[in-house]
T-cell receptor, first 110, second 110 residues
């Protein structure tokens, strides 16, 4: 069964304290790994798509990396506005839809 | 540019009442459309997807149904709501670049 597992479930950081979020997946024949940001009461907002091991993408304080079995979302010197739930997803085996992890809820305090 | 509209934003319905949530997409033709549900403490669960008018695939057995009467319109319905239908419902569309989500509907069944 295709699965996506994210850790930790929750992460509390001080402003400026860098850390990483993890996403591991079991689907074979990966056709992309997606990262989304979700604010409370809103729909997920697209951040990155990674397609091959070794690929990296950056956006402001966020950098996503991909290996053969997992992806990391690195947050460098976070600010309070980075507080959100970060979701990871991969296409299912049939390629018909995305399978999501449960997300990591990040809280950054000043 | 492509946009996705979803309404209503919040809804409180009594058990046993009907449900109709609507989603429309602008700026694209023949999109793949999706309904996801996000319950507290759980990840996004795929409910239905559609690759064209009248073509609906259901991912999980449930009290809900979906219809696609027009190319860019996707409707989620129920004849009689259950308490377990409460959750955050998200519509999404996809193209070769990824998936874009609507703003969601918070449904509370009382």
């Amino acid at each position: 069964e295709d699965q996506v597992t994210q850790s930790p479930e929750a992460l509390r950081l001080q402003e400026g304290e860098s850390s990483s979020l993890n996403c591991s997946y079991t689907v074979s024949g990966l056709r992309g790994l997606f990262w989304y940001r979700q604010d409370p009461g809103k729909g997920p907002e697209f951040l990155f798509t990674l397609y091959s091991a070794g690929e990296e993408k950056e956006k402001e304080r966020l950098k996503a990396t991909l290996t053969k079995k997992e992806s990391f979302l690195h947050i460098t010197a976070p600010k309070p506005e980075d507080s959100a739930t970060y979701l990871c997803a991969v296409p299912n085996q049939a390629g018909t839809a995305l399978i999501f992890g449960k997300g990591t809820t990040l809280s950054v305090s000043s | 540019s492509q946009t996705i509209h979803q309404w209503p934003a919040t809804l409180v319905q009594p058990v046993g009442s009907p449900l109709s949530l609507e989603c429309t997409v602008e700026g694209t033709s023949n999109p793949n459309l999706y309904w996801y549900r996000q319950a507290a403490g759980r990840g996004l669960q795929l409910l239905f997807y559609s690759v064209g008018i009248g073509q609906i695939s259901s991912e999980v057995p449930q009290n809900l149904s979906a219809s696609r009467p027009q190319d860019r319109q996707f409707i989620l319905s129920s004849k009689k709501l259950l308490l377990s239908d409460s959750g955050f419902y998200l519509c999404a569309w996809s193209d070769t670049y990824g998936y874009t989500f609507g703003s969601g509907t918070r449904l509370t069944v009382v």
